[in-house]
C-alpha cells in the first residue's frame, strides 16, 4: 500500500525557478514589451497581447520590472484591470477594433497572396470576438 500524497498548503510558495529560467524569462518579458511598445504605431502589431506576455514573463523573473509595468501610465491599468478578472475596457476593445480594421484593410490592398490575408483577418476577428466577450468592469463574486 502507497503513502498518500500530501496537498500542498496554499501559504507554500513555489521553488524559485533556476537562474537561466529566470533570464528567459526577462529576455522574453523585454521582447514582449518591445514588441507592445512597436504596436502602438505599426497597425498589424497588437498591443495588448505583448503587454500581458510581458507582465506574465516580468511576474516570474523581475518584481522590478513588473512593478515599473504596472506603474506605467500607458499599460498600468490594464494590467491592473485583467488581473482582477480579465477585464478589459471599452475603449480598449474599441481601439483594437480599429487598429484591426486598419491592418485588414492595408492588407487586403498590400498582401499579393489572398488565402494569407484571408487567414489573418479570420485570425483578427476571432481575437476581437473573444475580447468583445470579455467584462468591461469588475464585478466582485458574491
Known amino acids: 500500500m ?22 528567459l524569462l526577462r529576455l522574453l518579458a523585454v521582447v514582449s514589451l518591445a514588441l507592445g511598445f512597436l504596436g502602438l504605431f505599426l ?6 497581447p505583448f503587454i500581458l506576455l510581458a507582465a506574465w514573463a516580468a511576474a516570474r523573473s523581475s ?3 513588473l512593478a515599473w509595468l504596472e506603474q506605467h501610465r500607458l ?4 494590467l491592473r484591470d485583467w488581473r ?6 471599452r475603449k480598449a476593445k474599441w481601439g483594437a477594433t480599429w487598429m484591426m ?3 485588414a484593410v492595408f492588407m487586403l490592398f498590400t498582401v499579393p497572396k489572398v ?3 484571408a487567414g489573418a ?12 466577450r470579455r467584462p468591461e468592469t469588475f464585478t466582485p463574486p458574491h
Not at 503513502?3 to 529560467?21: D, Y
Not at 497597425?43 to 495588448?48: E, H
Not at 482582477?84 to 475596457?89: D, E, L, N, P, T
Not at 479570420?122 to 473573444?130: F, S
Open 115 to 117: 488565402w494569407a490575408t
Open 2 to 23: 502507497s503513502a498518500p500524497i500530501p496537498e500542498p498548503s496554499l501559504t507554500t510558495t513555489p521553488p524559485p525557478l533556476p537562474l537561466w529560467m529566470q533570464w
Open 101 to 103: 480594421s486598419a491592418s
Open 121 to 132: 483577418i479570420a485570425c483578427m476577428a476571432t481575437v476581437l470576438v473573444w475580447l468583445w
Open 43 to 48: 497597425p498589424v502589431l497588437p498591443t495588448t
Open 75 to 78: 499599460f498600468g491599468n490594464m
Open 84 to 89: 482582477q478578472g480579465g477585464v478589459v475596457s
Open 63 to 65: 518584481p522590478r520590472l
